[in-house]
């Protein structure tokens, strides 16, 4: 390998480490977004279905089809 090789070569694997240290911070902070917003998703079906069960129990017997 050519000592111009070698420099193109080292250019390369330099560029292509800075990227992926970005891409893998992105992915992380991606990861931490998604699973903040899949356990804020789960807080917000059991508090509608809280307001659910609570509604329900101001319905009286007999009306509205469902007891």
Same mark, same amino acid.
């Given at each position: 390998?050519?000592?111009? &090789?070698?420099? $193109? +070569?080292? %250019?390369?694997? &330099?560029? +292509? /480490?800075?990227?992926?240290?970005?891409?893998? %911070?992105? /992915?992380? #902070?991606?990861?931490? &977004?998604?699973? &903040?917003?899949?356990?804020?998703?789960?807080?917000?079906? /059991?508090?509608? #279905?809280? /307001? $659910?069960?609570?509604?329900?129990?101001?319905?009286?017997? %007999?009306? #509205? #089809?469902?007891?």
């Amino acid at each position: 390998m050519s000592p111009r &090789d070698r420099v $193109v +070569l080292r %250019g390369v694997i &330099d560029d +292509l /480490a800075h990227a992926l240290q970005t891409a893998i %911070g992105l /992915a992380t #902070g991606l990861r931490r &977004d998604t699973q &903040d917003t899949a356990d804020e998703a789960v807080m917000l079906e /059991a508090a509608i #279905g809280r /307001a $659910v069960s609570a509604l329900k129990r101001l319905q009286p017997p %007999g009306k #509205g #089809g469902r007891q």
